[in-house]
């Protein structure tokens, strides 16, 4: 049972493309990015509590709070601008 977590923009220079967790059936987005920071760098600069962030899950912007399920796309990136 596991999740991939994908980066994108400035998030995937410097964490790379994705990565595959293991999955909790209690894990939220907010647990997930905390869990993250905990390892420190590079994570720890890049998801950093300081910078805005986005976060999808399945492809859907999402709150924090949202549960993530077994087997789901979470992905971080910075808020876009366009123009």
């Known amino acids: 049972m596991s999740i991939t977590?994908?980066?994108?923009?400035s998030l995937r220079e410097a964490l790379g493309p994705s990565?595959?967790?293991p999955w909790r059936q209690d894990?939220?987005?907010?647990a997930l990015?905390?869990?993250?920071?905990?390892?420190?760098?590079?994570?720890?600069?890049a998801l950093a509590r300081t910078?805005?962030?986005?976060?999808?899950?399945?492809?859907q912007l999402s709150q924090e709070t949202a549960l993530i399920p077994d087997g789901a796309e979470v992905a971080f990136?910075?808020?876009v601008t366009g123009g």
Do not use: I, M
């Not at 977590?5 to 923009?9: E, I, P």
């Not at 894990?27 to 907010?30: I, P």
């Open 5 to 9: 977590v994908r980066y994108f923009a």
């Open 19 to 21: 990565e595959s967790l």
């Open 27 to 30: 894990l939220t987005l907010g």
């Open 33 to 45: 990015r905390d869990e993250l920071l905990a390892r420190g760098e590079p994570h720890a600069g």
């Open 51 to 59: 910078r805005a962030l986005r976060c999808a899950l399945n492809q």
């Open 77 to 79: 990136f910075p808020p």
